[in-house]
């Protein structure tokens, strides 16, 4: 069985531009998704913060509403609730590639805060990408690749990428409050940006990278990473 590292966002906020704190953190299901269906194949997940701090959760994303159903937000707290891994996460400074078989980024807002500028962050992920072990990017945790720019150059540069889109960040009301868009820092990044219908479930492979658009592609994100750890 394999072991995954999932690098967590370890911020409680994301600073608009008008200097606010918007209230958020990690999207529930961007976590508990993928952490049951690893986790229900026998796969072993260590959890990676900034500093080792206890991940907060974006308490909108367990809103029924924003869940699917009362039910799943529900299920969603449960697989949450679960999960020791959640309460003893390690420092991200001492996360080393070569323990783990896979890495996962969930998404959130909180990325945008925190992973986009984390040193640790911008190492793992370059590590990750040359070593040919699965790397697996969701929604706004592609924020992160932003902290891997050595002199305006990134090693992701010229690969195929998906992530949360302005569309959708307008959508939620908050591409006009932010400080930066994230397709938009991406595509500066010079990554192939790709995207599919807003909400709806998009993949996007290019070699050991995975990466998915939004909270409904981290199910189908976590499947496809589960047939490359098969």
């Known amino acids: 069985m394999a072991k995954l590292l999932f690098v967590m966002t370890g911020t409680a906020y994301w600073t608009l531009k008008d200097g606010t704190r918007h209230a958020t953190g990690y999207w529930a299901e961007e976590f508990a998704a993928p952490y049951k269906a690893l986790t229900d194949a026998g796969h072993e997940i260590v959890v990676a913060t900034p500093g080792g701090v206890v991940p907060t959760v974006d308490m909108m994303s367990l809103r029924p509403e924003m869940a699917g159903s009362a039910q799943i937000a529900l299920d969603l707290e449960a697989i949450i609730r679960s999960a020791e891994e959640m309460r003893r996460p390690i420092r991200l400074a001492n996360a080393r590639l070569e323990d783990y078989d896979a890495v996962y980024f969930p998404g959130g807002h909180g990325p945008m805060e925190d992973l986009c500028v984390d040193a640790d962050a911008g190492r793992l992920l370059t590590e990750a990408l040359a070593s040919g072990k699965p790397l697996a990017v969701v929604c706004h945790a592609p924020a992160a690749m932003l902290a891997t720019r050595i002199r305006g150059v990134s ?42 219908e807003a909400w709806k479930p998009y993949t996007v492979v290019d070699r050991n990278l995975l990466t998915g658009q939004n909270p409904a592609s981290a199910a189908v994100l976590a499947d496809r990473l589960l047939k490359v750890l098969s």
């Open 155 to 196: 090693p992701f540069a010229g690969y195929r990428v998906t992530a949360f889109t302005n569309e959708e960040e307008n959508a939620v009301g908050l591409g006009p409050r932010a400080r930066w868009l994230l397709e938009d820092e991406l595509i500066d990044l010079g990554v192939d940006f790709t995207k599919g």
